[in-house]
């Protein structure tokens, strides 16, 4: 079936890069959105950018706009998170998200819910 597998996180000093990686596998075909969510400790799972797959169209979250760059390599079913300029704010557990659903706005795709398939979670940290 369908997996989803993350790399590239790390440890980085507060002002650098992290490149994330999330790689699919299985029965990809379908995908409509990916996206990347977050987890820091003690805070609930949220957003930080969407794909639409066909189109390459990108949504990222004000947070972090400016400074993160969603982006997909179709033909290597890979979607990728540039991220610059780190705070050490952005420390978290980041989880690549897959969906084939097309049953709502584009704003619901901000939700955990909308997403079938996730990713283990990469650490990044950011050290002040």
């Known amino acids: 079936q369908v997996q989803l597998i993350e790399s590239g996180g790390g440890l980085v000093q507060a002002g650098g890069s992290l490149r994330l990686s999330c790689a699919a596998s299985g029965r990809t075909s379908s995908f409509y959105i990916m996206g990347w969510f977050r987890q820091a400790p003690g805070k609930e799972r949220e957003f930080v950018a969407r794909i639409t797959w066909s189109s390459g169209y990108t949504y990222v979250a004000d947070s972090v706009k400016g400074r993160f760059t969603i982006s997909r390599d179709s033909a290597e079913n890979t979607v990728y998170l540039q991220m610059n300029s780190l705070k050490p704010e952005d420390t978290a557990v980041y989880y690549c998200?897959?969906?084939?659903?097309?049953?709502?706005?584009?704003?619901?795709?901000?939700?955990?819910?909308?997403?079938?398939?996730w990713g283990q979670g990469t650490q990044v940290t950011v050290s002040s």
């Open positions: 998200a897959a969906t084939t659903l097309r049953n709502g706005y584009y704003s619901d795709y901000q939700r955990t819910g909308k997403y079938e398939y």
